[in-house]
DNA sequence: CCCGCTTCTGAACGCGCGTTTAAGATACTG
DNA sequence: CAGTATCTTAAACGCGCGTTCAGAAGCGGG
């Protein structure tokens, strides 16, 4: 169960209502949204927010505290799937976490400790599950598979974030229509990419990794097998 | 020539200094900056900006006017490179456009016409990009053109601003070393992941095609990835 | 000289913010 | 019942914000 709740006893009653309050209109309006508006979400007065968090950074690290623990609690429940893409089609199936999912949003847009550690966490689940991926066979192996997985979960959320603000929903709070609407515009693409990548042949990758100082031929330590002669034009090996 | 300056005779002394320092101001600190910090820098009194601006959003369009303006005149110089890796290998070699940058990925994280504009000029290159590369035979074709240019340009910054985000630079005014260690990041994973994708073969990209309605061609699937031969067609299944 | 004009400023206004304070309810305790 | 600790609130404080206002300083023309 939810190991991150403060778990104090008044922690069911009223405290509790200001929190979830507090992360519901932070979801919904940024957190730039004023102490006196969610305590009127909250129905108490904004006095009392401050008596019970101590001030409104305090009501901040709560909310954090329990978003982050609430996400993990829900994510074991989804361990297995867990692509950038396939993740995307899970997240539009579920409606009650909308309000973590858009509390959590606006953290990455916002920064801070608890992006940090959200990012960290997926980029971690990303990471085993490419693994398993490039056990299985049906993932491409990549010479650095910890920055792959990283860059991948950085991409996912940051195009999300990125199209989220430059095509703003009428009803912040309606986050099912917003990712329908992501995945609408950049599903195709995403998957085009995801499986066929952008260029024919080697040569941009060859001289990148020239220019790094990692010799594509050479079979430095960098590649966990050798990834692709520079002189073959298409990809073709698989083990 | 900038067509783009408002042009009225008193431009050329005070109310181009004041713009100026917005603009470096907005690009360093983000658009919740004073109008007296700006003033003091700029040398002048608050009253002053309002007086020549009408307001604060007034001061922010006519920086908008003028940072949309330069890019397009900086962007026709460079206007050949534009692929979305070798588009950041671009923004590197260039120093002085730094607060103009700044101010656009400030523009980006705050939404607005101004961060549309700016996505919508950068996809329309991206795409004409992707053409030629398509028909040099050394891009990819899609089956959306306009969608994975919009995806790819969406992607790229979107990226750019979260890495951005999560690992804030101790001097927001160093793009240089910003983009800098972005790329040092996310170089490998992105150029591996526009050669060769992350899937070895069709599986998803067939379900997805089915999933949207659009049912893949008979044989597209199965063994090692074949993929899209630029000679014998450009694409795998019209719809 | 005074006039009208633009440029520019310091002081103040009104607002909303986070926070503090003093006091009223409420409930538990001896 | 009195005592007391906790919960809760209305009112006010101080701050910074964008903005307004009256007026000073420079300036070309009757």
Redesign the interface.
């Known amino acids: 169960m939810s190991s991150t709740t403060v778990a104090s006893a008044a922690d069911l009653s009223t405290r509790a209502r200001i929190r979830d309050a507090a992360v519901l209109s932070f979801a919904g309006h940024g957190f730039g949204v004023g102490l006196r508006a969610i305590a009127r979400d909250a129905g108490v007065s904004a006095a009392l927010i401050v008596h019970h968090f101590g001030s409104k950074d305090g009501l901040r690290a709560a909310c954090d505290e329990y978003v982050l623990g609430a996400i993990r609690d829900v994510k074991t429940d989804v361990v297995t799937g867990a692509?950038v893409?396939s993740l995307f089609a899970q997240l539009v199936a579920m409606d009650d976490y909308a309000p973590l999912l858009g509390y959590a949003l606006r953290s990455?847009?916002?920064?801070g400790d608890l992006?940090?550690d959200f990012?960290d966490h997926f980029a971690a689940d990303a990471e085993v599950y490419c693994a398993a991926?490039v056990a299985a066979?049906?993932?491409?192996p990549?010479?650095?598979e910890k920055?792959?997985a990283?860059?991948?979960t950085?991409?996912g959320?940051?195009?999300?974030?990125?199209?989220l603000?430059?095509n703003?929903p009428q009803d912040p709070t309606d986050l099912k229509a917003v990712l329908h609407g992501y995945l609408e515009?950049?599903?195709?693409?995403?998957?085009?990419?995801?499986?066929?990548?952008?260029?024919?042949?080697?040569?941009?990758?060859d001289a990148?990794l020239l220019y790094?100082g990692d010799p594509p031929a050479a079979g430095s330590s960098g590649g966990p097998r050798e990834?692709?002669p520079p002189t073959s034009a298409?990809?073709?090996s698989?083990p």
């Open positions: 692509t893409s990455l847009q916002a920064g992006a940090r990012v991926g066979g049906t993932m491409v990549s010479r650095d920055a792959r990283r860059y991948l950085v991409m959320f940051g195009a999300l974030l990125l199209d603000t430059l703003p515009r950049t599903g195709l693409p995403s998957v085009e990419l995801f499986t066929h990548g952008l260029m024919t042949d080697n040569t941009m990758l990148y790094i990834p692709s298409t990809r073709e698989q």
